[in-house]
């Protein structure tokens, strides 16, 4: 059975920085992309980034150049590295393991975490 859990979200101010880290197992990681996703109450899931198996990455324009997804197959693990953080980054981030080469849909993922919250104060 398939699990991931993320950790290391936080109440900073603004202009901070985080590291999400996300721990899978259950699966041979090495062999799907994995995703970052946020949501806040009441709105969809949106997708933030993704790491594929080869560590080439994608990202939603709105976190490019503040976010880094980066994986570490030998301790299958993914990270989001949060840079320079605004108040509109604050939600609660899922991390999820791909199956389709559509990244920015959360269809295109099929098993998710548990989310860590992410607060960012102005």
């Known amino acids: 059975q398939v699990q991931l859990v993320e950790s290391g979200g936080g109440l900073v101010q603004a202009g901070d920085t985080l590291r999400l880290s996300c721990v899978a197992s259950g699966h041979t990681f090495s062999m799907f992309p994995m995703g970052w996703f946020r949501q806040i109450p009441g709105k969809k899931r949106v997708w933030v980034a993704t790491?594929?198996?080869?560590?080439?990455?994608h990202y939603e324009l709105s976190v490019e150049g503040r976010f880094t997804v980066s994986r570490d197959n030998a301790r299958n693990t993914v990270y989001l590295q949060m840079n320079d953080l605004k108040p509109e980054d604050s939600a609660t981030y899922y991390c999820?393991?791909?199956?389709?080469?559509?990244?920015?849909?959360?269809?295109?993922?099929?098993?998710w975490g548990q989310g860590t919250q992410v607060s960012v104060s102005s």
């Open positions: 790491v594929e198996q080869s560590s080439r990455t």
């Open positions: 999820a393991r791909g199956i389709s080469n559509q990244f920015w849909k959360p269809e295109s993922y099929i098993d």
